[in-house]
């Protein structure tokens, strides 16, 4: 029997208010990053359910999405913290001084307050428990696309 994630889609759907008006209007795009390949598609699938957003590139460790950031220049990116090699803190501090224009996400199991504040430090916007994926990933992307931060309910306690 299929394993049930938190990240698995429900019935009910949010509509997006970054949803482009016109089919021609850009869309939101997004860079993925965790280094498990099956949260990445889970993440993906979640995602791609909501208009005007568009999945560029997924990467699974810090020095593979600032390669890919650099080179793709990204909307948003959602950011696993505890990555090979380079932390998604790390990770998100040079996205962050290197496109300015960038909103990074953090999506991790972990929710410590030292890492939360280095994760805010290194100039994330939002911070949300894998666990409550589904009903605050979508409302913690919209505030860090309107340059608000977004703490989860299992962050903020």
Same mark, same amino acid.
């Given at each position: 029997?299929?394993?049930?994630?938190? &990240? !698995?889609?429900?019935? $009910?759907?949010?509509?997006?208010?970054?949803?482009?008006?016109?089919?021609?209007?850009?869309?939101?795009?997004?860079?993925?990053?965790?280094?498990?390949?099956?949260?990445?598609?889970?993440?993906?699938? &979640? &995602?791609?359910?909501?208009?005007?957003?568009?999945?560029?590139?997924?990467?699974?460790?810090?020095?593979?999405?600032?390669?890919?950031?650099?080179?793709?220049?990204?909307?948003?990116?959602?950011?696993?913290?505890?990555?090979?090699?380079?932390?998604?803190?790390?990770?998100?501090?040079?996205?962050?001084? $290197?496109?300015?224009?960038?909103?990074?996400?953090? @999506?991790?199991?972990?929710?410590?307050?030292?890492? /939360?504040?280095?994760?805010?430090?290194?100039?994330?916007? !939002?911070? /949300?428990?894998?666990?409550?994926?589904? $009903?605050? &990933? @979508?409302?913690?992307?919209?505030?860090? @696309?309107?340059?608000?931060?977004?703490?989860?309910?299992?962050?903020?306690?």
């Amino acid at each position: 029997m299929p394993r049930k994630t938190s &990240l !698995s889609p429900r019935p $009910e759907k949010t509509r997006s208010r970054r949803a482009p008006a016109h089919p021609e209007a850009a869309a939101c795009r997004i860079l993925l990053v965790d280094d498990h390949a099956p949260t990445r598609e889970e993440m993906a699938s &979640l &995602l791609a359910s909501r208009a005007g957003f568009q999945i560029v590139a997924q990467a699974d460790s810090g020095e593979d999405a600032i390669q890919k950031a650099r080179l793709l220049k990204p909307d948003l990116v959602v950011m696993d913290i505890f990555l090979p090699g380079i932390s998604g803190v790390e990770a998100t501090a040079v996205i962050t001084r $290197e496109l300015p224009g960038v909103r990074v996400v953090a @999506l991790s199991n972990h929710c410590g307050s030292s890492v /939360v504040r280095a994760f805010m430090g290194a100039g994330g916007l !939002s911070y /949300v428990r894998k666990s409550s994926a589904f $009903e605050e &990933l @979508l409302p913690a992307i919209d505030a860090a @696309l309107a340059g608000r931060s977004y703490m989860g309910h299992e962050v903020s306690d």
